[in-house]
């Protein structure tokens, strides 16, 4: 029989993208192959987002799209998982009939079972429960061979008001520490560079763990046991960021000066009716001993505009906050109403006029202070990991700093992906830095970022 072969579409997070490298191992030791198109597969994976309303109907219309293709070539199955998936189950049906196989976030493992008896009964399947599932233990199948997502916890407990996550992928559950440094050892030794950990809320990694094992000890054993060279992580979250953990990223070389740290508004009005648990003063406590522990930290952070009942007077409060704390970058959405959350309910829905008005008014802020924080790192060298040739300029090269600043730059021809290499910053844009590597300079050495 012919090699059966796949096409995976993903979308919403980092997670998602995590996922879908293991639903790829997956269906790779079932013996499929990876199509480059979806016309060339014999199953079709959509791994969708639920988080906002666009990125459901992006979904959906994809999977309307290739309901045309399906009855061109009949025989093909659709599959669709993710937090839609685990959102919808059977419901996915109804709005999607070309769909046959409906999958949720804990049961990645059962997709090579579910397309067999959609084969053997010509009927879709649907599984979605919240129980996992024990895993296939199939090897992923890395879009990279520097870089590798590793997922330290699932689930998230938050139940911030506005947001699905908690309702799509359940409880929070950590991994093993030995898991997790048993993973990252093995990813280093196999030649990659740089490990992002993933969870909804690190900062409350090892809950429920005996013996205890909190985030900030994950990285101190990462870094001293596993050898690999950056060590990355998101999200976290401002109420569990803790002293500790401000000092491991100051202290532990292979972790990166980069903190993606959402603040979603200014105003303590609407944090407290987002149920964030903090305040913007309590907010400010934190940023400050970062900033002041990890001189040139890159700290980030996500923006809700437009939430129930926020005022002109609560949006200002956001506005201020980004001029005070001068994030190197934010991501900024206009509140999108998800039902199931504790703010479906909610009065003053604000006019998407309004959101609209308030989201281009935040980036238009922020543009301005990416650009003028970038600018100081003219005329200075920082540490970029090499992947590979520019997009834009096939002559250069193209890399990240410590900070995740994408850098293209010139170099001689010694350079390959995978090297850490000094570069002396020439030109800052909001998208990119330009530079040159550096003759004699060991950024390892250096302390550059
Ligand atoms: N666990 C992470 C990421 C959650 S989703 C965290 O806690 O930060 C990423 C971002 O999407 C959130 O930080 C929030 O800013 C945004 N978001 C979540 N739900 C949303 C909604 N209903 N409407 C608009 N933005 C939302
Ligand atoms: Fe959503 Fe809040 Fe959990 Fe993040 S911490 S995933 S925003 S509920
Ligand atoms: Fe989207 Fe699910 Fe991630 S809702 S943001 S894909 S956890």
Known sequence: MQTRSAWLQTFGCQMNEADSEKMAGILRAEGYRLAAAPEEADVILINTCSIRAKAEQKAFSLAGRLSTLKRRRPGTLLVMTGCIAQKLGAGV???????????????????????????????PAVSVGTEPREAHPAVAVRSSRLKAWVTVMFGCDNFCAYCIVPHVRGRERSRAPGEVIGEVASLAAAGFREVTLLGQNVNSYGRGLAPRCGFADLLRELDARTGIGRLRFTTSHPKDFTGELIRAVRDLPSVCEAVHLPLQAGSDAVLGRMNRGYSLEDYRRIHGELTAAVPGVVVTTDVIVGFPGETAADFARTVAALEELRFDGIFSFAYSPREGTAAWGMSGAVPEREKAARLAAVQELQYGITLEKRRPLLGSVVEVLVEGASRRDPGALTGRTRGNAIVNFRADGTVSPGDLVGVSITGTGFLALEGAMTIDQDPQQGGVR
């Open 93 to 123: 049906l109804r709005r999607a009939p070309a769909v046959d196989a409906v999958i949720g976030t804990a049961r990645l493992g059962e997709l090579p079972e579910l397309l067999e008896r959609v084969r053997a009964s010509g009927s």
